[in-house]
């Protein structure tokens, strides 16, 4: 009797072993382990081409005590191919830290985040898509340039939270939108100096000098590099931003990128004058290639439009 008892006890043991093989249990497993950030899906969660491409930059930003290397400057002097002079830049950096914060402010990721971003290109696709209200349901909603929502609502939304420009592309903002600058050359610098306390167009607004973000030059040569393998002169602002979100979100959803059916980079607010202008100096097709490869590898959202 009690060797029966027994036997039954092993097979119910042997069966309950087999059901909860069966039963696919490994969410429970991965909820239990430790992760990097609350998404669905965390940026660093292992994936090969993640790994291959985003040795992750550790100082996207300049900072007060951070010393650009001979090397990084000359590649970064070599965009603008104008004579340009290492001391000049730094005597020109520390002066324009003397004015905004030490260090730009990134909040670290964490275990019990999920920040998510939209970036918002420029591209027509966004005309009719009806993207807006999911363009502003994201923590950050990064634009770019001259990107506008005025009378574009229902299909690039409504909020921004920082603004990327350069002087030539720079447009006036109101003091809570983060003022991510790209700097391509030395004169960039005298121009951001000027800007905060004249304001981008020298009349409306004044950038919040306490929320300034300066790119750092190694930063481009990195998505030049790691993320471009070198292809085209240097990456536009646009895919910069995209590589730059990947630093500061937990998600990111990708809008407006992406060339007309003639090949040029057409906005979605203004008929193309240029008829020839395709993107730029830009590797405009190596960059969307890279941008779908990263959708498909679910590394990112990818909205192409309709
Ligand atoms: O034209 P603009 O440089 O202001 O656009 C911002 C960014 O949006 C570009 O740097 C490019 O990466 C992207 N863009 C695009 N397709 C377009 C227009 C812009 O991918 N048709």
Not at 165 to 181: G, H
């Amino acid at each position: 009797m009690k060797l029966k008892g027994s036997v039954l006890i092993f097979l119910l043991g042997v069966m309950g072993i087999g059901l909860f093989w069966r039963a696919d249990i490994s969410p429970y497993f991965t909820l239990l382990a430790k992760r990097p950030c609350v998404c669905d899906r965390c940026l660093s969660e292992g994936d090969s081409l993640f790994d291959q491409r985003f040795s992750k930059f550790d100082e996207p930003f300049l900072s007060v005590n951070y010393n650009l290397s001979e090397d990084n400057f000359n590649w970064w002097k070599d965009i603008q191919g104008r004579g340009q002079i290492l001391s000049v830049y730094r005597e020109k950096v520390e002066r324009l830290f003397q004015l905004v914060p030490a260090s730009a402010h990134v909040e670290a990721s964490s275990p019990d985040r999920c920040r998510t971003c939209a970036v918002v290109g420029n591209s027509g696709n966004l005309m009719k898509s009806h993207y807006g209200p999911l363009i502003d349901f994201q923590d950050f909603v990064i634009r770019i340039n001259r990107g506008r929502t005025k009378g574009y609502e229902a299909d690039v939304g409504n909020r921004t939270t920082h603004r990327v420009m350069y002087p030539e592309s720079a447009v006036d903002i109101d003091n809570t939108t983060i003022p991510v600058l790209f700097p391509f050359k030395l004169t960039d610098f005298d121009w951001f100096m000027k800007a905060l306390s004249t304001g981008p167009s020298g009349r409306k607004s004044k950038f919040n000098k306490d929320l300034v973000m300066l790119l750092n030059p190694a930063f481009m040569r990195y998505v030049h590099v790691m993320w471009l393998q070198k292809k085209g002169h240097y990456p536009s602002t646009g895919f910069m931003t995209v590589v730059l979100a990947l630093h500061l979100c937990d998600e990111v959803h990708v809008f407006g990128f992406g060339a007309d059916s003639d090949g040029n980079w057409s906005h979605y607010w203004e008929q193309l004058r240029d008829k020839k202008l395709k993107t730029g100096g830009h590797p405009g097709g190596e960059e969307y290639k890279m941008i779908v490869e990263l959708s498909k590898h679910q590394i990112l959202t990818f909205y192409t439009g309709w």
